[in-house]
């Protein structure tokens, strides 16, 4: 049998029952779009955690206080000394540093006049905004004093909350408890993971360790120049910090080890969310394995004639193989266009939805529904290439 016929064939048998053959399709269609679709997520997730992360740049080392196995809770463990401000002072002239950023964060309230607001308070160095890639929109950052005055420089929500469309630089303002004039307005920098950068106020990080009472900053960040190795600059801030403490009971947490540990478990959850979605592949795949069971009893006369005219078992099974999985692959490609479908309309109604298609999951998907068909159709394959001719053509 030429391969030619053996396609038309397999062709014929799909189109003689279209309302079959597009039911049987249908079911590994949901499973492929399923698939589809939460890959889909976790990749929109993915691409969108990392981009929160890397808009503060990536050439950042963080050091928190307290010796951790685990990275983010250092900044909250006890510790046996504290990381002080004169520890990021002495981190200035490392080679490569470009800032030393002393960071201390909490929440109070800022008033001025009638007006109250509770919000976050985060005390910084003055190189926060070329450390965090921040733009001042108007006025300037908190300037570099060796006794810092009090100054308060606010996000654009803050200033709008608490002035509206009135001029703010020059006001005095209550930051917990303390007076503090306005010397500047940051330019919008929206959310990161739910947190507003907007609705904050910055004063200096000293002012702030009075103002939490305080002794130890809760991290500080250093930046450094490019083409620094950041390995070599982390093992000079730790030569330096062990110096100063005579022990090594702090933590160093560089953006790269931080984006390379975010990737790898953003990339677990994709294949988690993937291998959920397959289950509903799994129903697709009985549902083929019921339907070439049932075309096989009922198309015995024509395995037969088959079998009569010369076709050997290997045909007659490649052939149920072929149509099982032209089936499977059809429901394949509905399922992934259907989704691309979706995934479009919902990029048009809400654009800020971490919703991506990924496309070697795609070609993956419509090999594995490709996969699937071959493996349902086995045995109603072997099932036709065993009947014996003489039998099947007395059947009826």
């Given amino acids: 049998m030429r391969v030619a016929d053996a396609m038309m064939l397999v062709g014929r048998s799909v189109r003689s029952s279209p309302l079959r053959s597009l039911l049987t399709a249908l079911g590994i269609a949901i499973g492929i779009a399923a698939v589809t679709l939460l890959t889909s997520i976790g990749a929109g997730v993915r691409q969108y955690v990392l981009e929160q992360f890397t808009q503060f740049g990536t050439r950042i080392i963080a050091i928190q206080p307290g010796k951790t196995s685990t990275q983010g809770m250092g900044g909250i463990l006890s510790t046996t000394r504290p990381l002080t401000i004169a520890d990021a002072h002495s981190l200035r002239n490392l080679p490569g540093v470009t800032s030393v950023l002393p960071v201390v964060q909490g929440t109070g309230e800022i008033s001025t006049g009638p007006r109250t607001r509770a919000s976050e308070i985060i005390g910084v160095g003055t190189g926060m905004p070329e450390a965090w890639n921040f733009r001042v929109a108007q006025g300037r950052f908190l300037p570099d004093d060796d006794n810092p005055r009090p100054f308060v420089v606010l996000g654009q929500k803050m200033k709008q909350e608490l002035f509206g469309n009135r001029p703010a630089l020059g006001e005095w303002l209550q930051v917990g408890g303390m007076r503090f004039r306005v010397i500047g307005v940051m ?68 953006q790269d080890q931080m984006l390379e540990s975010l990737d790898r478990i953003l990339s677990v959850l994709t294949l988690s ?44 099974m490649v ?15 509905l399922g992934i266009l259907s989704i691309l479908a979706l995934v479009g309309v919902l990029d048009w109604l809400a654009p800020n939805l971490p919703l991506q298609a990924n496309w070697p999951y795609l070609g993956l998907s419509l090999l594995l529904s490709a996969l699937v068909g071959l493996v349902a159709g086995v045995t109603p394959a072997l099932e036709a290439a065993r009947l014996d001719p003489i039998e099947a053509l007395r059947a009826e």
Avoid: C, N, W
């Fill in 187 to 254: 330019d919008s920098k929206g959310q990161m993971l739910g947190f507003d950068l907007d609705d904050v106020v910055y004063i200096a990080a000293e002012h702030a360790l009075a103002l939490f009472d305080r002794d130890s900053l809760m991290e500080i960040d250093v930046t450094f120049a490019p083409g620094h190795d950041p390995a070599s600059v982390s093992e000079a801030i730790r030569r330096t910090l062990v110096l100063r403490h005579g022990e090594e009971d702090f933590t160093r947490v560089t």
């Fill in 273 to 316: 969310v993937a291998a959920l979605g397959s289950i509903s592949l799994l129903v697709g795949g009985v549902g083929i394995l019921t339907i070439m069971t049932t075309t096989v009893r009922e198309r015995t006369s024509e395995v037969g004639l088959l079998r009569a005219l010369g076709s050997t078992q290997k045909q007659v």
């Fill in 319 to 333: 052939l149920f193989l072929g149509e099982a999985i032209v089936l499977s692959v059809l429901g394949g490609l």
